[in-house]
């Protein structure tokens, strides 16, 4: 009797006691027919061949449903684990309930050791952690979705055990599956949020929404990544905002991409045509503005390099910055597209549409809009009274009728309820409802959306819709004092670029050619 014969035998003897007479003896035919197609084969074992040959004799969905089971069956009894036709597997592992772990909850202490404790408990402890945020069921899926994956991944290498280095193994697959286009960028996100929630669990026993920008895995090589975090560590000390370090953590990943070496080692071996091909490199992927920022700090990382005996040479010197002409013309568009505008917004959420009001028809700086309070809302007296984020100012503006209109829409109809108590008018449509870090997303998006092209040059930030205010200002001759306080500017210096809007000025500035080649010496006349 050959080894898939005595399986059969197993699982007839166990759906002998679940199923009904009838069904078992359905559910028997099919299974004694797989045995008799295994021996035509010549087939002795379970395996991914014998299943993917018997379902495809299947000429009919009732008939597939019926096989399928069948192999299902077999391939639980026999530890197979073998792959349906989708990709996924015929059993995939359960995870551990949620009652199952509320059991053994008051048993675990934090932080766990890698190898003590399974990654299903880790899931629902995490799942029970997220609840505070209010996810919705779409959201919550995704996340449930992406814990699955890795516990498959788990399964798949026969040990379910938790371990943070498989963990990372994980998101370092995922990752290159993206590269070589095998998954799409928003499941990658998820996949690392999801398994960056489950280590930070498994570190603290809880779990604190935030963005995991410190902890991102960037560098595929173990060396490469240690002197990165030590890297980062060390701007940490320098009293740098987190943004500014986001920034040069982006810089030190590119340049390294750049640079293409394999290990920390490899840096100590560095040559100047490796330096050129780097700056080749970061010159065909950055625009001249993005050089203009990333070329220095690129030269400040090559030092600190040297300083720290990674590099032999200091190669700073090689990384001359870019030569930017500065642009005094500001970008603004015509009344025409503004009215491509506004009707593009009509279809858009409601929450955009009141903060790109508050940006066309007040000026607001992003910054301003996405940090308004509802304290900051004068309703009795239809006014906006708020002090600028950049300045520090306070700047008065009135309420005006569509501007009110567009926010209260949003509030009653739009913004989520679990949001309530939240001080900031505009938050995430998606839980965490925390405020918007920025609008320029909802801008550039609106401007593509009706093909917007700005005057002077490209740009689609949020700062065109207050360039288009001052411009429309202008050419309705409004004083500049007023101008000055609508932007909130408290330098007259401020006010300069945005003179240069004033077209009909302008034209009146320039010289005549007619005094191009007069003579206003004498011949002979010495200057000296």
Known sequence: MSKL?????????????????????????????????????GIEEPCQELYDSYIARATTPDLRFQLFHAVRLVDKASGTKAFTSEGKLYN?????????????????????????????????????????????????????????????SLYLRGDTMFARNKCISFIEDTNQKSRDGLLHEWKRKIRRRAVLVLIEVADTGCFKWKLFTSRKICCQEETLEVLRQQYLTFLRTQNLENRTISLYDYSFRVMIEGLGVRNVSCLNTMGPEQIQSMLVFLSERLSLNSR??????????????????FVVADFSGMVLTPACRSMHLRPYITASDEDNLYQAMENSPLRNKAMMRLAL??????????????????WKNDQIVLE????????????LEDVGNAIIDYI???????????????????????????????CSRLFEKADIKTVNRDSHGTHVCRYTLTHKLLLKKV??????????????ESDKPYLSMEEQMLRECPLGFSLIGQKYWEEGECHG
């Open 92 to 152: 995939e592992p359960e995870i551990l309930s949620s009652e199952e772990a509320d059991r053994i909850n008051h048993t675990v202490e934090f932080p766990i050791s890698d190898g003590s404790l399974d990654t299903g408990y880790l899931i629902r402890k995490a799942e029970q952690e997220m609840k505070y945020l209010q996810l919705s069921f779409s959201t919550y899926w995704q996340y449930m979705q992406a814990w699955r994956e890795l516990y498959i």
């Open 5 to 41: 014969q005595e399986i059969v035998n197993v699982v007839l003897e166990q759906q002998k006691q679940l199923l009904a007479p009838s069904t078992y003896e359905a559910r028997k035919n099919y299974l004694k027919k797989l045995a008799a197609f295994a021996d035509e084969k």
């Open 479 to 492: 004083p500049h004092q007023v101008i000055t306080d609508t932007l909130g500017h408290i330098s007259k």
């Open 412 to 442: 009653m109809n739009e913004r989520p309820a679990a949001a309530k108590n939240y001080p900031f008018v505009f938050v995430r449509q998606q839980a965490p409802h925390k405020k918007l870090e920025s609008m320029y997303t909802v």
């Open 361 to 378: 028809r007040l000026g607001l700086r992003d910054i301003d809009v996405c940090n308004l309070r509802f304290s900051q809302i004068d």
């Open 388 to 399: 600028q984020e950049k300045t520090g100012v306070t700047l008065c503006l009135p309420l």
């Open 292 to 309: 203009g920022t990333v070329f220095p700090i690129v030269r400040q990382i090559l030092s600190y390099l040297h300083s720290a005996g």
